[in-house]
C-alpha cells in the first residue's frame, strides 16, 4: 500500500510565491527523503532528512518533520517557473523507500 | 562523476516476448535498487542488492521479473513473457547504503504492446 501521502495533489502558485508541501506516514522511518521529478522521467533527490532530526535547509528548500504526527513538509521559498515539476515524499526505512503518489506544482510565470 | 545510467531508454515490444533492462550504478555504491512507476500504482520498489548480501526480491510482482548484478556493479531486469500491464517507467537508483540517499537513474520506457 502506498504510504507518504502528499497533500496537496495539485498546487497552482505565481513566480515568486511560496510553496509548501506536506506528507503524512503511517508507519515508524528511518529517513524520510524528498524528490523531483521533471516529465515523468528521472528522480531527483532534494533532502534527505532522518528520523532525529526536525527541520533541515537546502538553498530555497526547508524539510521537516514531526515524527510524533508522523508528518513531514518542503517548504520552496521565492518559486521559479523551473520549480514547476512532481514532488515526492519518499519514507525510508530498512532501505526500501515507499513512495506517495506525488504533488504536482505548477509555477507561472 | 557521473550519475546512474539506465539503456535502453524507450522500449517497444510485442506481448509474450522477453526484455532486459540494465542499470549502471554509480561508481563506489553498494546499493541497487530497481522501482518501476505506472500511473495505476505509483512508485513501487522492486529488488534492492547490497554487496554480496542475497538480494532482496519482495517487491516483484511475478516470477516473470528477476534480476541480477553481476560484479557487485551492473545490473540487469529481466521481464519474461511481458504483458501489456508490464508497461511503465523502470527507474534504477543507487547508494553508498541502505540508508543513505539513493540516487536515481533516467529510467527506462517499456511499452509493450
Known amino acids: 500500500s502506498q504510504q507518504g501521502e502528499e497533500d496537496p495533489q495539485a498546487l497552482s502558485i505565481q513566480e515568486g510565491e511560496n510553496a509548501t508541501m506536506n506528507c503524512s506516514y503511517k508507519t515508524s522511518i528511518n529517513n524520510l527523503q524528498w524528490y523531483r521529478q521533471n516529465s515523468g522521467r528521472g528522480l531527483v533527490h532534494l533532502i534527505l532528512i532522518r528520523s532525529n532530526e526536525r527541520e533541515k535547509h537546502s538553498g530555497r528548500l526547508r524539510v521537516t518533520l514531526d515524527t510524533s504526527k508522523k508528518s513531514s513538509s518542503l517548504l520552496i521559498t521565492a518559486s521559479r517557473a523551473a520549480d514547476t515539476a512532481s514532488y515526492f515524499c519518499a519514507r525510508g526505512s530498512n532501505y526500501k523507500l515507499t513512495f506517495g503518489k506525488g504533488t504536482l506544482l505548477t509555477v507561472n510565470p | 562523476g557521473a550519475g546512474v545510467s539506465q539503456s535502453p531508454s524507450n522500449k517497444v515490444t510485442e506481448k509474450g516476448k522477453d526484455v532486459e533492462l540494465r542499470c549502471d550504478p554509480i561508481s563506489g555504491h553498494t546499493a541497487l535498487y530497481w522501482y518501476r512507476q505506472s500511473l495505476g500504482q505509483g512508485l513501487e520498489f522492486l529488488i534492492y542488492f547490497q554487496g554480496n548480501s542475497a538480494p532482496d526480491k519482495s517487491g516483484l510482482p511475478s516470477d516473470r521479473f528477476s534480476a541480477e548484478r553481476t560484479g557487485g556493479s551492473v545490473s540487469t531486469l529481466t521481464i519474461q513473457r511481458t504483458q501489456q500491464e508490464d508497461s511503465a517507467v523502470y527507474l534504477c537508483?543507487?547508494?553508498?547504503?541502505?540508508?543513505?540517499?539513493?540516487?536515481f537513474g533516467p529510467g527506462t520506457r517499456l511499452l509493450v504492446l
Open positions: 537508483a543507487s547508494s553508498f547504503g541502505g540508508e543513505e540517499t539513493q540516487y
